[in-house]
């Protein structure tokens, strides 16, 4: 008896640990990010983004093109993805030069977006990862 309630603490010991990972990723496929909409920016890093208007905002379109807006720029440029996998890599992005109220919201985002490489989409929510960080998390309008 003794042995056998040693080996269930381990097995619960063991189930917990490789249950838990705070690195916001699940294993399996992720859908396609081609033809999926449009997304707001509702996190980046760590800080709450309050939606406002058009700020913040990614379409992916199904021939590997990407749009969106900044905090007062657009944004276009191109992706290559992979569902599957859900590898995700920008290709240069252009913005339009206006000058904004807040410029450093906008250099935050497009730094952010240029270094990221995978991707997932959990129903209306798409969360964009660097080396396996969540850095960024949107929401589909």
Same mark, same amino acid.
């Given at each position: 008896?003794?042995?056998?309630?040693?080996?269930?603490?381990?097995?619960?010991?063991?189930?917990?640990?490789?249950?838990?990972?705070?690195?916001?990723?699940? #294993?399996?496929?992720?859908?396609?990010?081609?033809? =999926?909409?449009?997304?707001?920016?509702?996190?980046?890093?760590?800080?709450?983004?309050?939606?406002?208007?058009?700020?913040?905002?990614? =379409?992916?379109?199904?021939?590997?093109?990407? #749009?969106?807006?900044?905090?007062?720029?657009?944004?276009?440029?191109?992706?290559?993805?992979? #569902?599957?996998?859900?590898?995700?890599?920008?290709?240069?992005?252009?913005?339009?030069?206006?000058?904004?109220?807040?410029?450093? #919201?906008?250099?935050?985002?497009?730094?952010?977006?240029?270094?990221?490489? =995978?991707?997932?989409?959990?129903?209306?929510?798409?969360?964009?990862? =660097?080396?396996?960080?969540?850095?960024?998390?949107?929401?589909?309008?």
């Amino acid at each position: 008896m003794k042995k056998l309630m040693g080996i269930l603490m381990l097995a619960a010991v063991l189930l917990t640990a490789t249950s838990c990972c705070n690195c916001g990723k699940r #294993a399996g496929r992720t859908a396609p990010l081609g033809g =999926s909409g449009e997304w707001q920016l509702t996190r980046i890093e760590n800080d709450r983004v309050t939606p406002v208007d058009n700020r913040f905002t990614l =379409s992916f379109a199904a021939n590997g093109n990407v #749009a969106g807006m900044g905090f007062c720029n657009r944004v276009t440029g191109t992706y290559e993805s992979s #569902a599957g996998a859900g590898a995700l890599a920008f290709g240069p992005l252009a913005t339009t030069r206006m000058m904004c109220l807040d410029q450093a #919201a906008e250099d935050r985002f497009l730094r952010i977006l240029g270094t990221i490489d =995978s991707y997932k989409i959990f129903g209306r929510t798409l969360m964009l990862f =660097s080396e396996n960080e969540l850095k960024m998390t949107f929401e589909k309008r």
